[in-house]
């Protein structure tokens, strides 16, 4: 088993985090009244779940792409961070179409790209470490759920 190497683990911890504030951006500049407007469907959690939620996502995905950077080894590793790069992407661009732009539409076909993405990185972090994989399939799972909210979201409030 291999030391951990500090260093790397803070960075692994903090680029999820930082990817998740530059959503918050998107997300709470431009959430209020709209958000409050909209018609929603009844398994919608409460406002404050999302928070605490998806901190600990960002700390899930942190943990697991340490995993993957300290352990992984060439072409495994490299496409996992790959997918992974992209998934971060897709799900802060998410936040700026679904708040910010208030395309609920355009963000429920980006979620279901954002899906995808998550689920080859999954694929690919359990490729390299399989304790990587299953936080990886955490954050799949409630990227699945959202992908029923947005679009129930957006059927409910088509005009």
Same mark, same amino acid.
């Given at each position: 088993? /291999? /030391?951990?190497?500090? /260093? ?9 985090? =930082? @990817?998740?504030?530059? &959503? ?5 500049? /431009? ?16 406002? %404050? =779940? ?18 993957? %950077?300290?352990?992984? !080894?060439?072409?495994?590793? !490299?496409?996992?961070? =790959?997918?992974? &790069? $992209? ?5 802060? $661009? ?18 279901? +790209?954002? %899906? *995808? $993405?998550? *689920?080859? +990185?999954?694929? $690919?972090? %359990?490729?390299? !470490? +399989?304790? @990587? &994989? ?16 947005? &679009? ?8």
């Amino acid at each position: 088993m /291999k /030391k951990i190497n500090i /260093k790397r683990f803070v960075i692994a911890l903090i680029i999820p985090q =930082v @990817a998740g504030f530059i &959503g918050s951006i998107g997300t709470l500049s /431009k959430m209020e009244p709209w958000y409050s407007q909209l018609v929603k469907p009844g398994f919608t959690p409460p406002d %404050w =779940v999302f928070g605490p939620v998806w901190t600990l996502l960002f700390l899930c995905m942190g943990v697991a792409l340490y995993m993957v %950077w300290q352990h992984g !080894r060439g072409e495994h590793r !490299r496409l996992a961070l =790959v997918l992974f &790069g $992209a998934q971060l992407s897709l799900n802060v $661009a998410w936040s700026f179409i679904f708040f910010g732009a208030h395309e609920v539409g355009y963000a429920f076909i980006e979620i279901q +790209a954002l %899906w *995808l $993405a998550i *689920l080859g +990185a999954t694929i $690919a972090f %359990w490729r390299v !470490r +399989a304790a @990587a &994989g299953i936080l990886m399939l955490i954050y799949l799972a409630w990227v699945s759920f959202a992908v029923l909210l947005n &679009g129930a979201i957006w059927q409910l409030n088509r005009v």
